[in-house]
């Protein structure tokens, strides 16, 4: 008898603290908040460690990323070496590895009495000790190539697709998915799953006599591969337009400024929550994403972007452009060229017949992309892989 999608329990497993200011946070939380409206009953599990942005203290994770409150949330133990990170930092690989460990089995006994149908984590480890505990596992991938994903995990899920049934796969692009596919995973054990536009509600954002408080925009981290030294050497070619930046640590604001001496028509703003960034960047002329290394993952914030309907420019990598095309829904310029950015911002800035259009030609396109959609073809997957024999 096939399973009520409505009774599907759900356990998301996330080795991250919350709230946190990185994108994966808003992920995982719009990722559980959609999958509990589309009808399965889910609980995210998270580490208890220290929170070391002050700013984020003792605030409500639902309130901070603007998601619905309806989801459980739960706090599990883990080691929080990070914490000592000044003191073993000839230790902390190691050391980390030990904690993540730790905590995948944390997961075990910390859910049992909640007794999920499935368990869903972008954290490799933890799905690794829940397979071999026999439990089954969707594990989503976000990115290969760095530090953090290692040959190591790669192995691991090769393995674990190989020998355990219940091991399903979802990536966020496909990109990532023919890297699974290079090292042996079979293709059908992977669904490619883009992340989605978030539900905003703008008004008049296509309107292009309306008094923009932003010309030329990037919201997001400062630190290396996101492309915020890209953006700050265009802005040296282009005086007469300010250009904003919103987002990052004091640390890496510094080492950025001190690195690349930025004119006075660039502006830095700092971190905000998700659930306000999005009045921002719908009050940009032109929004700008300059990514240079993201390993094989669509950014988040292009799907924001696309939903504060506003025109954009994206550097040329793969994963990109599997979501915009060039001269329809976005410019594109060669990653890393400062020189063809200040080119595509300079077009843009001169011609508001092309910013609707492609502002418009985006919206359009992509506003089935909701998290809601997202997570019925996720639940649909579940449910068909676990009731067959």
């Avoid at 219940?166 to 992977?190: M, Q, Y």
Wanted: a positive charge; glycine letters at 4%; charged letters at 25%.
């Amino acid at each position: 008898m096939e399973k009520n999608i409505k009774k599907l329990r759900i356990a998301y497993i996330s080795e991250m603290r919350m709230p946190t200011e990185k994108a994966h946070g808003i992920q995982i939380m719009r990722t559980c908040e959609s999958l509990s409206l589309a009808g399965a009953k889910v609980k995210l599990f998270f580490s208890n460690r220290k929170q070391s942005n002050h700013a984020l203290k003792n605030l409500d994770p639902y309130k901070y990323f603007g998601v619905n409150n309806t989801f459980e949330m739960k706090s599990l133990f883990y080691i929080d070496v990070l914490s000592l990170e000044n003191f073993i930092k000839p230790f902390l690989k190691p050391l980390m590895f030990l904690a993540n460990l730790v905590f995948a089995f944390t997961t075990i006994i910390s859910t049992k009495s909640w007794n999920p149908d499935i368990y869903y984590t972008r954290h490799w480890l933890s799905a690794f000790v829940l397979l071999f505990a026999g439990k089954s596992v969707v594990f989503e991938l976000h990115r290969a190539g760095s530090y953090e994903f290692s040959k190591r995990a790669l192995k691991a899920i090769l393995l674990l697709s190989k020998i355990k049934k219940r091991f399903f796969i979802t990536s966020i692009s496909n990109e990532l998915k023919n890297t699974l596919i290079d090292i042996g995973v079979s293709e059908h054990k992977i669904e490619v799953l883009p992340d989605a536009l978030p539900t905003y509600k703008l008004k008049n954002n296509s309107r292009e006599n309306k008094v923009f408080e932003f010309e030329v925009l990037y919201t997001g981290h400062l630190y290396e591969g996101r492309g915020v030294d890209v953006f700050i050497q265009s802005s040296k070619l282009l005086p007469d337009i300010n250009f904003t930046i919103v987002g990052g640590n004091e640390k890496d604001r510094k080492d950025l400024i001190k690195k690349l001496n930025p004119k006075k028509n660039v502006k830095f703003i700092n971190h905000l929550s998700p659930s306000k960034i999005q009045k921002i960047q719908s009050n940009a002329k032109i929004l700008v994403l300059p990514q240079t290394d993201i390993h094989g993952q669509s950014p988040l914030k292009l799907f924001e972007y696309i939903a504060a309907k506003r025109p954009i420019i994206a550097s040329d990598l793969t994963p990109i452009k599997e979501i915009l095309d060039h001269n329809k829904t976005a410019l594109f310029f060669k990653s890393g060229d400062y020189h063809q950015l200040a080119n595509r911002i300079s077009e843009l800035m001169l011609n508001p017949e092309l910013r609707t259009f492609l502002s418009k030609n985006a919206s359009h396109k992509y506003k089935d992309w909701t998290w809601e959609k997202r997570s019925q073809k996720i639940i649909e997957i579940i449910t068909n892989k676990m009731n067959k024999k």
